[in-house]
T-cell receptor
Framework: EPEVTQTPSHQVTQMGQEVILRCVPI?????FYWYRQILGQKVEFLVS????????KSEIFDDQFSVERPDGSNFTLKIRSTKLEDSAMYFC????????????FGDGTRLSIL | GQQVMQIPQYQHVQEGEDFTTYCNSS?????IQWYKQRPGGHPVFLIQ?????EVKKQKRLTFQFGEAKKNSSLHITATQTTDVGTYFC????????????FGSGTQLTVLP
């Protein structure tokens, strides 16, 4: 069964540094998402992406965050200047459609900010 | 902002007992999805409910969507140790926003 893949599985970064998290969505999916989950808490929506542009974003997704689809397969999340509170698990997800389709999640990248 | 409440936060059951988690919204929902997250894992889609009063079953799991489309429940009959994990509802509120809003989850522990 096709999967969403994310790299790296764990990223340790100094506060203030930039970090890029990478995702390869399922190949025939059109909608892509980033979520974050602080340890022990709920999954929080960050951003959705369709047709090479952001379709929705949450209040968490401020100017420090950006997303990009640099080629036909990768989908990246960049955090420009990391803060301690950015430490979390970041999940990428993709879906074939938007409203009535399941979202398929990757295994996540655990981001630790020191 | 719009929020969805999920209860209970934790549930410990003996293997073979039943389990129910509830998801409640103050505003009408467009649809609701349920996900399961095993410890250390990622959310895995279980089901989607769209219609008022809808009931769907998957083996020992029963999902219900309230008549007013403001609440939902997931019921597991005769729990097994493989049911361990956190169950999240994820909703879309009626209106223009199409993002999924996750509930806080119910962490299920099944004691053998």
């Amino acid at each position: 069964e096709p999967e969403v893949t994310q790299t790296p599985s764990h990223q340790v970064t100094q506060m203030g540094q930039e970090v890029i998290l990478r995702c390869v969505p399922i190949s025939n999916h059109l909608y892509f998402y980033w979520y974050r989950q602080i340890l022990g808490q709920k999954v929080e929506f960050l951003v959705s992406f369709y047709n090479n542009e952001i379709s929705e974003k949450s209040e968490i997704f401020d100017d420090q965050f950006s997303v990009e689809r640099p080629d036909g397969s990768n989908f990246t999340l960049k955090i420009r200047s990391t803060k301690l509170e950015d430490s979390a698990m970041y999940f990428c997800a993709s879906s074939a459609g938007q409203d009535n389709q399941p979202q398929h999640f990757g295994d996540g990248t655990r981001l630790s900010i020191l | 902002g719009q929020q969805v409440m999920q209860i209970p936060q934790y549930q410990h059951v003996q293997e073979g007992e039943d389990f129910t988690t509830y998801c409640n919204s103050s505003t009408t929902l467009s649809n609701i999805q349920w996900y399961k997250q095993r410890p250390g894992g990622h959310p895995v889609f279980l089901i989607q409910l769209v219609k008022s009063g809808e009931v769907k079953k998957q083996k020992r799991l029963t999902f219900q969507f309230g008549e007013a489309k403001k609440n939902s429940s997931l019921h597991i009959t005769a729990t097994q140790t493989t049911d361990v994990g956190t169950y999240f509802c994820a909703v879309r509120f009626s209106g223009s926003a199409r993002q999924l809003t996750f509930g806080s989850g119910t962490q299920l522990t099944v004691l053998p």
